[in-house]
Structures are given as C-alpha cells and as structure tokens.
C-alpha cells in the first residue's frame, strides 16, 4: 500500500540517522512515522521506538515493520504529552508544527537530537524558525539525490526530489 504523501527516500534515513547519532536505550520518536521506514532503520539502534500518524492505515504500516515500537493514531499535539522523555526524534509530518513543536521541546531530554526531513522550503524555514526561537537550531540541509539510468549505451542520472533537512539539538 502506498500513502499520500511524499516518501522519505532510503538514502535521506541514512542521512537523518548519522545526524541523529542514535545510541541504544534511547527514546526515538518518529512524527508522521507513515510507512514505518525511518522507525524501522532507528530500531537497529535502539529498542525504544514511538511513532505518531495522523493516518490509522500508517500506523498499522509502521506496527508490522516494527511489532515492538508503539505506534499512536491521532494528532502530535495531544499525544507528546503523554510519552516518555524523548532522546531523538525525526520530523516527517509537519501538520500543526508550530503548536506541537514547543511541546516536542518540553517533553525532550538535554541533548535531544532533532531532524525534520522536508520537500518544501516554506515549511523547512518555518522549523527552522521554531527551532531559532527555542534556541535549538543547527543547521539546514539541501539534499539531492540522482539515480541512474541507462540513455544511449551510457549512463545518465535523473534526479529525485531534492529535500531539505533541518537539524537541531535542545
């Protein structure tokens, strides 16, 4: 099954992951955690994996990728409160950021690493706007990734959608 929305693509995970230097033990928690994929690659490192969607059908995706993680159905702002303290956290759904965002800061643990991985650059200056204003912000990202493809017994490359990625730390 494939959900609306834009896919984070496999080689955007790796990047997301070395940033957020997950270590075992650690609290992960996946917003707008849709196909499971990024909890998935996060629970090699950790066992300790949270995801929210807004989609019921995303949470039942990212369940059978991870059987041990807890997945949540609802809205981030109403379920954060109510998870443990949060080590590191990857942003894919960024419905409603601007009110569930400070209470991601609140429920983060000193040190918490932050990604939010964007295809538009509107909402990744927002974030990264947020993250300025609650002092966490690190860096911002462009990522462009080209596959390639056989063109006239040569090799071409096509290029996917180029991604920013916004990187904090509380």
């Keep these: 099954m494939k959900l609306p929305g ?34 998935l690659a996060a629970s090699r490192f950790t066992e300790k994996i949270y995801g929210i969607d807004r989609r019921q059908e995303a949470v039942e995706m990212s369940k059978a990728k991870v059987p041990s993680g807890t997945f949540l159905c609802g809205e981030a702002v109403d379920l954060i409160p109510d998870l443990p303290e949060i080590d590191r956290c990857f942003i894919g759904g960024t419905r409603d950021i601007e009110t569930f965002f400070p209470l991601l800061v ?16 509107g909402v990744a200056a927002t974030i990264a706007r947020l993250m300025k204003e609650q002092g966490t912000f690190e860096e911002l990202i462009q990522i462009g990734i ?13 290029p996917e959608n180029p991604i920013f990625m916004v990187v904090g730390r509380c």
């Design 6 to 39: 834009t896919a984070t693509q496999p080689e955007n995970i790796y990047i997301a992951l070395g940033k957020l230097d997950i270590k075992p033990g650690m609290t992960f928690l996946d917003l707008g955690c849709g196909s499971g994929a990024v909890s």
């Design 106 to 121: 609140e429920s983060a643990a000193p040190e918490c690493m932050m990604v939010a991985n964007l295809a538009r650059m």
């Design 146 to 158: 080209s596959r390639g493809y056989d063109l006239a017994g040569d090799i071409a490359l096509r």
